[in-house]
């Protein structure tokens, strides 16, 4: 289909590792969005790609997150020595991002499962 | 410091009755307010969004009202159907330019058939 699409859909580490999480955007969006939800929580903003920059990295919770996004497409959040309060589910939604502050609609990925043991 | 606050975090409501879902925000920068629904499994759907120059938004079944001054907004579905079972968040972003959604932490509506 033509949706933003996540990998891996479930991933279960040790506390230690490194993980890294996929998303594939709609094409032709430029806006790009990471959010996370942990259990019984709502969505917590991550960080924010405008083509391949991000403009706002205020929602990464330590320097061990860290996000990349190449050729205005394809974004992969990195967490390392990952921790067991990192479990949670991690999405990803892309925008058209054009219309800059009026609240585009975001379309969402179905989300990477992370459980750190 | 929650800025979107979804009190109720569940809701049952009995088929064809009509589903209100409650959201309150402190910040009053938010000029753009977005419902969203999540089913188990799978990221969150668009649903209905409004903007602060207005106090109502229709769409089919789904109705979101804004109150500026009390910085309350509300999503009415009638009738309630049991495919509308699924968790809402409301969301909301500022007029500065920037990108950064805040949402609340959800209602699970569940309609009883």
């Known amino acids: 289909g033509a949706g933003v699409s996540q990998s891996p859909s479930n991933k279960v580490t040790e506390k230690g590792k490194d993980v890294e999480l996929r998303c594939d955007p709609i094409?032709?969006?430029?806006?790009l969005y990471w959010y996370r939800q942990s259990l019984g929580q709502g969505l917590e903003f991550l960080i924010y790609?405008?083509?391949?920059?991000?403009?706002?990295k205020s929602g990464l919770p330590s320097d061990r997150f860290s996000a990349e996004r190449t050729g205005g497409s394809v974004s992969t959040l990195t967490i390392q020595r990952t921790q067991q309060e990192d479990s949670a589910v991690y999405l990803c939604a892309s925008s058209l991002g054009v219309v800059r502050g009026l609240g585009e609609t975001q379309y969402f990925g179905p989300g990477t499962r992370l459980l750190v043991l | 410091d929650q800025q979107v606050k979804q009190n109720s975090p569940s809701l049952s409501v009995q088929e064809g009755r009509i589903s209100i879902l409650n959201c309150d925000y402190t910040n009053s920068m938010f000029d753009y307010f977005l419902w969203y629904k999540k089913y188990p499994a799978e990221g969150p759907t668009f649903l209905i969004s409004i903007s602060s120059i207005k106090d109502k938004n229709e769409d089919g079944r789904f109705t979101v009202f804004l109150n500026k001054s009390a910085k309350h907004l509300s999503l009415h579905i009638v009738p309630s159907q049991p495919g509308d079972s699924a968790v809402y968040f409301c969301?909301?972003?500022?007029?500065?330019?920037?990108?950064?959604?805040?949402f609340g932490t959800g209602t699970r509506l569940k309609v009883l058939a």
């Open positions: 094409s032709g969006h430029t806006a």
């Open positions: 969301a909301a972003i500022g007029s500065s330019g920037t990108y950064k959604y805040i």
């Open positions: 790609f405008q083509g391949n920059s991000a403009p706002d």
